[in-house]
């Protein structure tokens, strides 16, 4: 009977085993065949780019239906499913390419339902405007309910047109960033975390030992709110050729509470039903009816662009997308991995010239250095330009301050020129709510000091503390040379500070505002031509695909991890850090 047991098992584990491979081959054949067919565009056509269907990213990636079984999901019962994602150089490539070509009539935008973060939107409304600019072709936006960042990005339109159904609803009430603080829950529960840090303005390890915002993070938080709504505000009044402060006090006032207020006030063109829509639509196409339009996915136009080259002489843009980790991982900016990508770059002679593209929040100082290292060899030999996406702080900021120019979004976070460590101790977790007795027998007598099971005495805290002074001074020095400021003056900017790019431009973080596209055209001319259509623009690393990210997923890689795991395994880890934690996202 023992034996039948075990031949059962072990067939119904073959079972499972054979079955989990040919499920991965499945979605990879799948994949394949999907990549391997392109579109087929009609002849004549409009350009829809709905921002509900994907998210605009670092890089076009293709959507993950893994999302939902990753460990987090598992664990906590969300879903995590990954919408595709249009890399921001592919989505301003596209558009400049539909002001260009014939069979595009113009441009029909959908903000409503945006899955992009204001500094994407930031870059593709500058590629908007350039289409309007440029093509003499209008762009025509509709809208049901928006909020503040679709408004943003849907204000940049000739037209904009709004439902006159009831429930619409304007729900444009400013920018806003809310902070969450698990000290008080996690002393509840007997965690008590110490905070060693070098920087007032240091407030990522604040959420983990306080339950509300210190002074200097409020205050810093309170000018990155209002620079980010200088820019966007700025940008909404002089498109609709209102005053700012009328913009200012129609917010305040909750003056835009119905879609006729909207009209009423200047911000939208017109009310419309479906039979109206489709009419203005029907006639800016050029058609006898609206069924004769031809509609243009835009990420199926994006696909369509996306056609191999034979140009050999290479721009390289390099993505440090994600946090900055140590050793090869796939899903972060990986030490080690990523100093072999620019070792690689580095040594390809058709390599020409270099965009650092950093959206980070930083990470380990010593994956930072490691890629610091590698991208200072990279730079002696070939010209290397940053350009700054949503986020470019601390770690971010530490391996790329030093590029020959430095291109920053209006609303890039960056800065954050601080230090901090974080010692969690467990020990009254486990005696009064696990009920787990903890004795430490160590040849030394701070053998167990990253034991979690003790505070740290005050010797021990020096000792972290002298460390953090060290890496500080490390990170001073590093920007005072590679920006060439006196390094009190980066001490007196820093202090952990986080600036937005606006405002980084008044103090010589960063060198001038512009979009990644901006970076490039600056690398092209230092490499010696600066006409884009005599390169071969070449991303690097590779993104991943949806089986390659499920088995990244599998091997503990951290692509779908929500915001309750990722606390859970910074708290496990102590190191010293050099990054930010919260960021500010307008929907």
């Known amino acids: 009977m023992k034996d039948f047991i075990k031949m059962v098992l072990a067939v119904l584990c073959g079972l499972f085993i054979a079955g989990f491979i040919a499920f ?18 009609p002849r004549s056509g409009v350009l829809t780019l709905n921002l509900g269907k994907f998210a605009l990213g670092e890089q076009t990636q293709e959507a993950d239906p893994f999302g939902s079984l990753s460990p987090a ?14 890399g921001i150089w592919d989505a301003v490539q596209a558009i400049n390419a539909a002001a260009e070509d014939p069979a595009v009539k113009y441009i029909f935008l959908r903000a409503d339902g945006n899955l992009s973060g204001v ?26 309910s928006f909020s503040t960042g679709e408004y943003y990005i849907a204000s940049v339109a000739d037209k904009i047109y709004m439902t006159s159904h009831l429930g619409a609803e304007p729900m444009m009430y400013g920018v ?17 975390v110490q905070l060693i840090r070098h920087g007032k303005y240091k407030s ?50 909750l003056e835009l509470r119905l879609p006729q207020d909207c009209v009423d006030n200047g911000l939208v063109d017109a009310l419309v039903d479906r039979q109206a829509l489709e009419d203005k639509l029907t006639s800016l196409a050029v058609a006898d009816e609206y069924k004769d339009i031809k509609w243009i996915d835009f990420a199926d136009y994006v696909e369509a ?15 440090a997308d994600g946090e900055i980790v140590n050793g090869s991982a796939k899903s972060d900016v990986a030490g080690n991995r990523f100093a072999a990508i620019l070792a690689k770059v580095r040594a390809d002679s058709t390599v020409k010239a270099v965009v650092l593209r950093v959206n980070s929040p930083g990470g380990s100082v010593q994956a930072s250095e490691v890629i610091k290292d590698e991208l200072d060899r990279l730079q002696a030999v070939k010209p290397v330009v940053a350009s700054y996406g949503s986020t470019a702080a601390s770690g971010g900021y530490w391996i790329s301050n030093n590029c020959e120019k430095i291109f920053s979004n209006a609303t890039t976070l960056t800065g954050s020129i601080g230090v901090f460590g974080l010692v969690p101790d467990l020990s009254k977790t486990a005696r009064e709510f696990a009920h787990v007795g903890v004795e430490s027998v160590t040849s030394h007598k ?26 500080y001074d490390r990170f001073t020095t590093i920007v005072s040379e590679g920006r060439g400021i006196p390094k009190a003056t980066v001490d007196a900017i820093g202090q952990g500070r986080v600036w937005t790019g606006a405002d980084a431009l008044g103090i010589n973080l960063v060198d001038e505002i512009g979009t990644l596209e901006d970076a490039i055209h600056y690398a092209a001319a ?42 859970l395994r910074k708290l496990s880890s102590p190191q010293v850090y050099a990054r930010m934690d919260n960021d500010i996202r307008i929907k």
Request: no cysteine; charged share 20%.
């Open 24 to 41: 991965i081959l499945f979605f990879g054949m799948i994949g394949s065949l999907a990549a391997g067919s392109k579109p087929v565009l």
């Open 73 to 86: 999901s598992l664990l906590t019962g969300a879903s995590s499913s990954v919408p595709a994602t249009i």
């Open 119 to 144: 500094t994407q939107l930031e870059e593709l409304r500058t590629a908007l405007k350039h289409f309007r600019a440029t093509s003499g072709k209008p762009v025509v936006a509709y809208l049901e």
């Open 176 to 192: 806003g960033s809310q902070m969450f603080f698990f000290g008080d829950l996690l002393k509840k529960f007997g965690v008590n």
């Open 204 to 253: 990522a390890g604040e959420m983990y030992t306080r339950g509300n915002a210190s002074p200097e993070n409020r205050e810093q938080y309170q000018r990155m709110i209002d620079s980010i709504w200088e820019t966007i505000g700025d940008e909404i009044a002089a498109s609709r050729d209102i005053e700012r402060a009328r913009l200012d006090a129609l917010i305040n006032g």
């Open 305 to 319: 662009r996306n056609l191999p080259t034979k140009i050999r002489q290479k721009i390289a843009v390099v993505y």
């Open 446 to 471: 701070h053998g167990d000091i990253m034991g979690m099971m003790r505070p740290l005495d005050a010797a021990e805290y020096g000792y972290m503390l002298t460390g953090i002074e060290a890496v």
């Open 526 to 567: 230092a490499a010696g031509d600066p006409d884009l259509d005599s390169w071969n623009i070449k991303g690097y690393p590779a993104p991943m695909g949806a089986s390659e990210r499920f088995l990244d997923m599998l091997s503990g890689g951290k692509g779908n991890e929500n915001a309750m795991v990722a606390t």
